[in-house]
Nanobody, 123 residues
Framework: QVQLVESGGGLVQAGGSLRLSCAASGRAFSTYAIGWFRQAPGKERDLVAA????????YYADSVKGRFTISRDNAKNTVYLQMNSLKPEDTAAYYC???????WGPGAQYNYWGQGTQVTVSS
């Protein structure tokens, strides 16, 4: 059984920072790629960052490049999303998800999802 639990969301002023965490249960976590998605009200859920299982490859949506950093600590079964220089348009529910075996990035199938954590950026 795989469970993903996000934390670290909250209310922050524009220009501020937050670090989201995604704690995973289940075996072999380190052998799967992870993605962070976000969904704003009335919009589709979009992939904002992804990290290969080895940590050697990353993907960022254009809207967050240079501001967000994805990383993982396999010893802690945790993936992080460091978000700096936050903007009001970053306001959304953020979800982490585990890719299927061998996949990563925008083309992967993500088959396990967390419950989400809300990020609200005030102007």
């Amino acid at each position: 059984q795989v469970q993903l639990v996000e934390s670290g969301g909250g209310l922050v002023q524009a220009g501020g920072s937050l670090r989201l965490s995604c704690a995973a249960s289940g075996r072999a976590f380190s052998t799967y790629a992870i993605g962070w998605f976000r969904q704003a009200p009335g919009k589709e859920r979009d992939l904002v960052a992804a990290l290969s299982w080895s940590g050697s490859s990353t993907y960022y949506a254009d809207s967050v490049k240079g501001r967000f950093t994805i990383s993982r600590d396999n010893a802690k079964n945790t993936v992080y999303l460091q978000m700096n220089s936050l903007k009001p348009e970053d306001t959304a529910a953020y979800y982490c998800a585990r890719a299927d075996r061998g996949g990563w990035g925008p083309g992967a199938q993500y088959n396990y999802w967390g419950q989400g954590t809300q990020v609200t950026v005030s102007s």
